[in-house]
C-alpha cells in the first residue's frame, strides 16, 4: 500500500519562512511532487524531486531524502496570498498519489 | 490558450440517476485523470488513461465509469452504484510521455451534489 503524511496544518507570519514536511510509504517510488490548491481552486504544480537534494524555484523550494522517504517544501518570503493547501504527491511512474494536505495559513 | 476544461463548475442531482461530468483538453496530452476531493481531504484517483481508446481503475473506481474516444475528451459517468457521490471533482492531464506522471495540469473542477 501507499500512505503519505503530512501536517494538517501550519501557520506563519508573512515575510517569514516555513517548512512544510512529508513522509511517504509506498512500493514504488520515482519522485515527490507538490502542488498549491487555494481554496475552491484547482491545484497548481510547484516543484518535483526525482533525486535527493534541494530544487530552487523562485520563492519555493522542495527537498527530497529517497533513504529517510522524507521530503519537504520550503516556502520564503511568505506573502498573504501563500495562503492554500499543500499537497505532496508519490510518482508512481504512471500516476500520482496525493496526501491529505497541509493547510498554509499566513497572517500579517 | 492551452487548457482544461470541466462543465458544469456546479452540478445538482437526485439520488438514483446516473451523471456525466465534461473534461476536455487541447494541450495536446495523451494521459488523463480524473480525482474526487473531500472537504479536508486529498486527491483521490478514480481512473486514468494514458491513451485513446484505453483507461485504468484508480484507487476508488467502484460506481464510476469513463471513456477515452478522443484524445481532447475523457468524460466521467459517477453511476447510482456510488455510494457517496457528493464531492469535488478534478481532471487533470499530462504529457503522457514516459515519466511525466508528475506534473498534471488540472481543470477548475465540478462540484457535484447529490441529495
Known amino acids: 500500500g501507499q500512505s503519505l503524511e503530512q501536517p494538517s496544518e501550519v501557520t506563519a507570519v508573512e515575510g517569514a519562512i516555513v517548512q512544510i514536511n512529508c513522509t511517504y510509504q509506498t512500493s514504488g517510488f520515482y519522485g515527490l511532487s507538490w502542488y498549491q490548491q487555494h481554496d475552491g481552486g484547482a491545484p497548481t504544480f510547484l516543484s518535483y524531486n526525482a533525486l535527493d537534494g534541494l530544487e530552487e524555484t523562485g520563492r519555493f523550494s522542495s527537498f527530497l531524502s529517497r533513504s529517510d522517504s522524507y521530503g519537504y517544501l520550503l516556502l520564503q518570503e511568505l506573502q498573504m496570498k501563500d495562503s492554500a493547501s499543500y499537497f505532496c504527491?508519490?510518482?508512481?511512474?504512471?500516476?500520482?498519489?496525493f496526501g491529505t494536505g497541509t493547510r498554509l495559513t499566513v497572517i500579517p | 490558450d492551452g487548457g482544461i476544461t470541466q462543465s458544469p463548475k456546479y452540478l445538482f442531482r437526485k439520488e438514483g440517476q446516473n451523471v456525466t461530468l465534461s473534461c476536455e483538453q487541447n494541450?495536446?496530452?495523451?494521459?488523463m485523470y480524473w480525482y474526487r476531493q473531500d472537504p479536508g481531504q486529498g486527491l483521490r484517483l478514480i481512473y486514468y488513461?494514458?491513451?485513446?481508446?484505453?483507461?485504468q481503475k484508480g484507487d476508488i473506481a467502484e460506481g464510476y465509469s469513463v471513456s477515452r474516444e478522443k484524445k481532447e475528451s475523457f468524460p466521467l459517468t459517477v453511476t447510482s452504484a456510488q455510494k457517496n457521490p457528493t464531492a469535488f471533482y478534478l481532471c487533470?492531464?499530462?504529457?503522457?510521455?514516459?515519466?511525466?506522471?508528475?506534473?498534471?495540469?488540472f481543470g477548475p473542477g465540478t462540484r457535484l451534489t447529490v441529495t
Open positions: 494541450l495536446n496530452h495523451d494521459a
Open positions: 487533470a492531464s499530462s504529457k503522457g510521455t514516459a515519466r511525466s506522471s508528475y506534473e498534471q495540469y
Open positions: 504527491a508519490v510518482d508512481g511512474a504512471n500516476n500520482l498519489f
Open positions: 488513461s494514458q491513451i485513446v481508446n484505453d483507461f
